[in-house]
């Protein structure tokens, strides 16, 4: 799959995900579907745990209220298990939502495979109707978008 321009439709998809607040972790399954209304973040990132991953994923939540006043919602989508997620969500202290797509259909549908890494460190705000109104899609993997960058693009969709 080509990886969706701005403009154009999101591809759907429903995964697996945890979230883990004050210590407690809750499984369930996310439909992008299901936010149409409010605005939706996509952080697809590599690994748990690891350096660069753990930089971005602290720095949107560190912004995490900032985004939810202006009606969006963060989902970070990787290939590992949701246990996995878990104690990374546990150990970096992150409360939004952790994917799991283990077998890369998400990443594929967004056209993010990168041989040798997995997939492309990538981030899309997805408008309320659904449509891809930003994107940001790493070539290597080892940089990424600031928090404030996505809020300026949040911000405008809202305006």
Partial sequence: ????????????????????????????????????????????????????????????????????????????????????????AHGSSLTFPLLSDPAGDVVRAYGLVAPGIGLRRSVFVIGPDGVVRWRHVGLVGLRFPKAATIRAQIEQLVA
């Fill in 1 to 88: 799959m080509q990886i969706p321009e701005v403009g154009e439709p999101a591809p759907g998809f429903t995964l697996p995900g945890t979230t883990v607040r004050g210590g407690a972790r809750t499984d369930g399954e996310y439909a992008l579907s299901a936010e149409i209304g409010r605005t939706v973040v996509l952080a697809f990132y590599p690994g748990d745990a690891t350096p660069v991953c753990t930089a971005q994923l602290c720095s949107y939540q560190e912004e995490l209220d900032d985004f939810g006043d202006l009606g969006a919602v963060v989902w970070g989508i990787s290939p590992q298990a949701l246990d996995s997620h878990a104690a990374f």
